[in-house]
């Protein structure tokens, strides 16, 4: 038996992962390198201010995906999780993709 789920707002959810994921490797493997090795330290403040903003936002919507799509608690504490180590939104967005593919 299939559970009905909100296919959109899951795809909005894995593209919100990978905008935030690219966002910390930008912030690792750009943003960090230009300031400790060119003394460029306005990137890391650019780039950290964006990232956060979209860390906030990646987060809200697994709680508010919790009761929009539904995600089960567990699936919420991982996205969670997932969006604080670098390549773990990827990782949690290839099981929000499994997801979709339940749901059809």
Do not use: C
């Not at 539904?70 to 967005?93: H, K, N, Q, R």
Request: net charge positive; proline share 5%; no cysteine.
């Amino acid at each position: 038996m299939t559970m009905t789920r909100n296919v959109t707002y899951l795809k909005w959810l894995i593209l919100m992962g990978i905008v935030e994921g690219i966002s910390t490797l930008w912030l690792l493997f750009g943003a960090m390198p230009l300031k400790y090795w060119f003394d460029l330290p306005q990137h890391v403040t650019i780039a950290g201010n964006i990232h956060g903003f979209l860390f906030l936002g990646l987060v809200a919507m697994f709680i508010v995906g919790k009761w929009v799509v539904p995600l089960s608690g567990w699936m919420v504490f991982f996205g969670i999780i997932g969006a604080i180590f670098p390549f773990g939104p990827f990782i949690v967005d290839l099981k929000l993709y499994k997801y979709i593919q339940e749901s059809r």
